[in-house]
């Protein structure tokens, strides 16, 4: 096994591996629980490319080499049906802890990776690349303790993200913020490469990681699911009504 990977392994499995009985503390108050904090994001990418966190300075990337993390979970709080109310049922509970109520949402499965549109033209000189890690469960159940983590790296000249990026910072909306959304349109057209990807066990006092893809170094992108291959970058990009208010030259 080469070291990056024998090093991720360990280091997941040492993050966690009191997580069987955090979970229970975290049902107990319902309390969403973070499987790997963004923190920890940032030491699993620089453990893929053996350098360094940059700290959290402002101006600074996550990495020493100018990478960039983003992490977001699918392991989320689901809407109670029954409570007047709006409460949110973190992911580990079968029932509302406020009305014991099964009718609960589904898991909404739509965490998402924020990227600062204005900062993305502003420094992409510098930037290395995005690295984006995903935690999802295997199974959308209360009893679910196998998660599949997968990294994949984004490319800073991605033409679909940058005309993204563009049609945001230029919108009359004041955000520079992109929802960039996992699995989805602008995900795929954007062109990610998978790094690595593999399945999470979490037991008592104990935890198991094991990839069923690793490398680090992988520059190709992955292949468009069928239900995207018709789809166009400047259509999806024409969609988002970004409220552009240029363009009107009033003349006297
Ligand atoms: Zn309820």
Not at 52 to 78: I, M, Y
Not at 187 to 194: E, I, M, Q, V
Request: net charge neutral.
């Amino acid at each position: 096994m080469n070291k990056a990977k024998l090093s991720i392994k360990h280091a997941i499995e040492m993050m966690t591996r009191n997580h069987g009985e955090l979970i229970d503390l975290y049902k107990e108050v319902n309390q969403p629980i973070n499987i790997i904090t963004d923190d920890q994001a940032e030491i699993i990418h620089a453990l893929a490319h053996d350098t360094r966190c940059a700290g959290s300075g402002g101006s600074g990337w996550d990495q020493v080499d100018h990478g960039e993390s983003k992490s977001t979970s699918h392991v989320q709080s689901r809407e109670c049906k029954d409570c007047s109310v709006r409460v949110k049922v973190m992911f580990f509970l079968g029932e509302c802890p406020e009305c014991g109520s099964h009718n609960l949402k589904k898991n909404p499965r739509d965490g998402r990776w924020g990227i600062n549109a204005k900062t993305h033209f502003e420094h992409r000189e510098e930037l290395k690349e995005y690295r984006l890690l995903l935690i999802e469960p295997v199974e959308d159940i209360p009893s679910c303790r196998e998660f599949r983590i997968r990294y994949w790296a984004l490319d800073k000249n991605s033409e679909h993200l940058n005309s993204y990026a563009l049609g945001q910072r230029d919108s009359s909306n004041k955000s520079d913020h992109i929802n960039f959304q996992p699995l989805k349109k602008d995900f795929y057209l954007s062109r990610p490469a998978l790094r690595f990807d593999g399945v999470l066990k979490i037991g008592n006092g104990k935890s198991e990681m094991n990839f069923t893809f690793f490398d680090v170094n992988n520059e190709t992108a992955i292949t468009m699911p069928p239900e995207f291959a018709n789809l166009k970058s400047e259509e999806v990009i024409a969609e988002k009504k970004f409220n552009k208010e240029r363009g009107i030259v009033v003349r006297s």
